[in-house]
């Protein structure tokens, strides 16, 4: 076995870039797996979604690790430590997919660290606690509408209400689960003992531009904002468009854009506030047809809670004020709620030391997007290590980039995390 200063150096003195080219390699060969002709999209339990999976499995197994499947689809390697009594450092990230997707968005950070679990098992290096990389099955919550479903399943943080949602074909979750022979007593038992765990820590692209215009490779996150989620009805009166007057009209969208308009002027008066409407649809919608209902999301996020709550319920208010003086009904659902967690200052600590001994500039930034990570605040300290994007920092699109370059240096970071954390 080797100490932990020889495996470093020998480490260190890898080919450049080895870690970084078999990581974008990976990265690329998932992509093919896709439910659209051109572009990625991969959901929940789709077909493309089970062969990733699968490829993954294989992957693991071929690393040399102890490998399965669990009835959620969550993915799982484990290196175990030569301490069988330790607790389990869990390094995990998402293979799910938005629509129309960047290809790194989670799956970088499945792969980095399993990149890494087998050059540990390659050096024959064990580390003092139980080692598992888990690729989480459904983390963005796109056929559904409920994410987090894999990684709070682990956490034991699984919402049995979920059971009852549907997608857009009107499939339940519970069916789905149900045809793959999975019931909730199955999914409970997934639930881990919070005293097994050593830790969380997750690889991910920053999904912004903060990393870019720094010009610094990687980043250690402070904190995952929390976001609340909605859905807007509203509605009006259809009328022909070409016989009633402007000042007689009901019009549901007129109104719906115009709570556009206030979310957008809310959210902009506090920089510590983000919201979107990222959905907007018209049932029925005619050219010629004063429109008689609409629909909307509304998503708002901020790493305080209380100004996020403040801004829900300025918005709220507007909302009603907005559907009362246009004489439309609105009514607001919410459908998801995720406080903000810190990420554990010992957990920051060990990524800021390791960045440090790589010779980069250490930065630290919060995370404006959900991630598995949250599932396990509370339960374990959870550290987050976020990787440059470029093409301006987009992301959750096909433009999404990471150079080898900075996946290579994400693996070395995770590397030297590994095995300086005790």
Same mark, same amino acid.
């Given at each position: 076995m080797?100490?932990? %200063?020889? /495996?470093?150096?020998?480490?260190?003195s890898a080919v450049p870039g080895e870690f970084g080219v078999k990581i974008l390699l990976l990265v690329r060969q998932l992509a093919h797996w896709s439910e659209l002709p051109e572009g990625l999209k991969c959901t929940y339990f789709s077909p493309q979604h089970k062969a990733v999976a699968a490829q993954l499995r294989d992957w693991m197994l071929s690393a040399g690790l102890e490998t399965t499947i669990d009835p959620v689809g969550n993915v799982i390697g484990r290196y175990e430590s030569d301490n069988l009594a330790a607790k389990t450092l869990v390094v995990g990230s998402h293979?799910?997919?938005?629509?129309?997707?960047? %290809?790194? =968005?989670?799956?970088l950070g499945i792969l980095t660290a399993l990149v890494i679990a087998e050059y540990l098992r390659r050096e024959k290096l064990r580390l003092p606690f139980h080692l598992e990389i888990i690729g989480f099955s459904e983390e963005e919550g796109v056929r559904f509408g409920a994410p987090y479903i894999g990684s709070s399943a682990i956490a034991g943080r699984f919402n049995e209400s979920d059971l009852a949602r549907r997608d857009a074909s009107g499939v339940s979750l519970a069916a789905v689960l149900k045809q793959e022979g999975v019931d909730l007593a199955a999914i409970q038992k997934l639930a881990r003992r919070p005293e097994s765990f050593r830790g969380y820590l997750e690889v991910h692209i920053e999904q912004g531009p903060v990393l870019l215009q720094n010009n610094l490779p990687l980043g250690v996150v402070t904190s995952i904002a929390g976001s609340v989620r909605f859905r807007v009805t509203i509605h009006g009166i259809a009328g022909h468009a070409g016989t009633v007057p402007m000042s007689l009209r009901r019009d549901a969208v007129a109104a719906g854009a115009e709570i556009v308009l206030d979310v957008e002027r809310r959210c902009a008066s506090d920089a510590k506030l983000v919201g979107t409407v990222g959905q907007f649809s018209v049932p029925h919608g005619l050219i010629n047809v004063i429109p008689g209902c609409c629909e909307l999301s509304l998503d708002v996020r901020s790493i305080d809670d209380t100004v996020r709550d403040g801004a829900i319920a300025d918005i709220l208010a507007a909302i009603q004020k907005i559907a009362n003086?246009?004489?439309?009904?609105?009514?607001?659902?919410e459908i998801a709620r995720h406080d903000a967690v810190p990420c554990a200052p010992q957990m920051q600590s060990a990524?800021? %030391?390791?960045?440090?001994?790589?010779?980069?500039?250490?930065? /630290?930034l919060p995370s404006g997007a959900g991630h598995d990570a949250e599932m396990f605040a509370g339960i374990t300290d959870i550290g987050m290590l976020f990787v440059r994007c470029g093409n301006g920092g987009v992301s959750h699109s096909p433009l999404e980039t990471v150079t080898?370059?900075?996946a290579d240096v994400a693996a070395r970071v995770?590397? =030297?995390?590994?095995?300086n954390l005790h």
């Amino acid at each position: 076995m080797l100490n932990q %200063q020889t /495996f470093l150096t020998k480490a260190a003195s890898a080919v450049p870039g080895e870690f970084g080219v078999k990581i974008l390699l990976l990265v690329r060969q998932l992509a093919h797996w896709s439910e659209l002709p051109e572009g990625l999209k991969c959901t929940y339990f789709s077909p493309q979604h089970k062969a990733v999976a699968a490829q993954l499995r294989d992957w693991m197994l071929s690393a040399g690790l102890e490998t399965t499947i669990d009835p959620v689809g969550n993915v799982i390697g484990r290196y175990e430590s030569d301490n069988l009594a330790a607790k389990t450092l869990v390094v995990g990230s998402h293979y799910d997919t938005v629509a129309n997707a960047g %290809q790194y =968005d989670g799956r970088l950070g499945i792969l980095t660290a399993l990149v890494i679990a087998e050059y540990l098992r390659r050096e024959k290096l064990r580390l003092p606690f139980h080692l598992e990389i888990i690729g989480f099955s459904e983390e963005e919550g796109v056929r559904f509408g409920a994410p987090y479903i894999g990684s709070s399943a682990i956490a034991g943080r699984f919402n049995e209400s979920d059971l009852a949602r549907r997608d857009a074909s009107g499939v339940s979750l519970a069916a789905v689960l149900k045809q793959e022979g999975v019931d909730l007593a199955a999914i409970q038992k997934l639930a881990r003992r919070p005293e097994s765990f050593r830790g969380y820590l997750e690889v991910h692209i920053e999904q912004g531009p903060v990393l870019l215009q720094n010009n610094l490779p990687l980043g250690v996150v402070t904190s995952i904002a929390g976001s609340v989620r909605f859905r807007v009805t509203i509605h009006g009166i259809a009328g022909h468009a070409g016989t009633v007057p402007m000042s007689l009209r009901r019009d549901a969208v007129a109104a719906g854009a115009e709570i556009v308009l206030d979310v957008e002027r809310r959210c902009a008066s506090d920089a510590k506030l983000v919201g979107t409407v990222g959905q907007f649809s018209v049932p029925h919608g005619l050219i010629n047809v004063i429109p008689g209902c609409c629909e909307l999301s509304l998503d708002v996020r901020s790493i305080d809670d209380t100004v996020r709550d403040g801004a829900i319920a300025d918005i709220l208010a507007a909302i009603q004020k907005i559907a009362n003086r246009r004489q439309v009904t609105a009514t607001v659902k919410e459908i998801a709620r995720h406080d903000a967690v810190p990420c554990a200052p010992q957990m920051q600590s060990a990524l800021a %030391q390791a960045i440090a001994r790589v010779g980069i500039e250490t930065i /630290f930034l919060p995370s404006g997007a959900g991630h598995d990570a949250e599932m396990f605040a509370g339960i374990t300290d959870i550290g987050m290590l976020f990787v440059r994007c470029g093409n301006g920092g987009v992301s959750h699109s096909p433009l999404e980039t990471v150079t080898a370059k900075d996946a290579d240096v994400a693996a070395r970071v995770l590397l =030297d995390v590994l095995v300086n954390l005790h």
